[in-house]
Nanobody, 123 residues
Framework: QVKLLESGGGLVQAGDSLRLSCVAS????????SGWIRQAPGKQREFVAA???????YYADSAKGRFTISRDNAKNTMYLQIHSLKPEDTAVYYC?????????????????WGQGTPVTVSS
């Protein structure tokens, strides 16, 4: 079992930067893939980015260029850095993890989920 706890969300202005954090407990991030998924109001959950157990990174097309996923295994913490925030980035951002996965990343890839941290971007 992996327990995940996100933090770092909040109300920001368009153009700002934000770093979300996710701390794992019960099991470390070592040996598992983890990622970020977001859900905007009234929409389905959307894959944002993932990082494999070998630190390979994967991004949704919508996240390339402004989002950076990283992980510090010593701190058992994963991060999502977001630059140049836009109002359309407004969503609840979830941290998630999976032990076995294929070549396609979607929100359904992940087995373990955090509670989410809300991000609101004002224009």
């Amino acid at each position: 079992q992996v327990k995940l706890l996100e933090s770092g969300g909040g109300l920001v202005q368009a153009g700002d930067s934000l770093r979300l954090s996710c701390v794992a407990s019960g099991r470390t991030f070592s040996g598992v893939a983890s990622g970020w998924i977001r859900q905007a109001p009234g929409k389905q959950r959307e894959f944002v980015a993932a990082i494999s157990e070998n630190d390979n990174t994967y991004y949704a097309d919508s996240a390339k260029g402004r989002f950076t996923i990283s992980r510090d295994n010593a701190k058992n913490t994963m991060y999502l850095q977001i630059h140049s925030l836009k109002p359309e980035d407004t969503a609840v951002y979830y941290c998630a993890a999976v032990t076995s996965y294929g070549s396609t990343w979607t929100a359904g890839t992940f087995d373990y989920w955090g509670q989410g941290t809300p991000v609101t971007v004002s224009s």
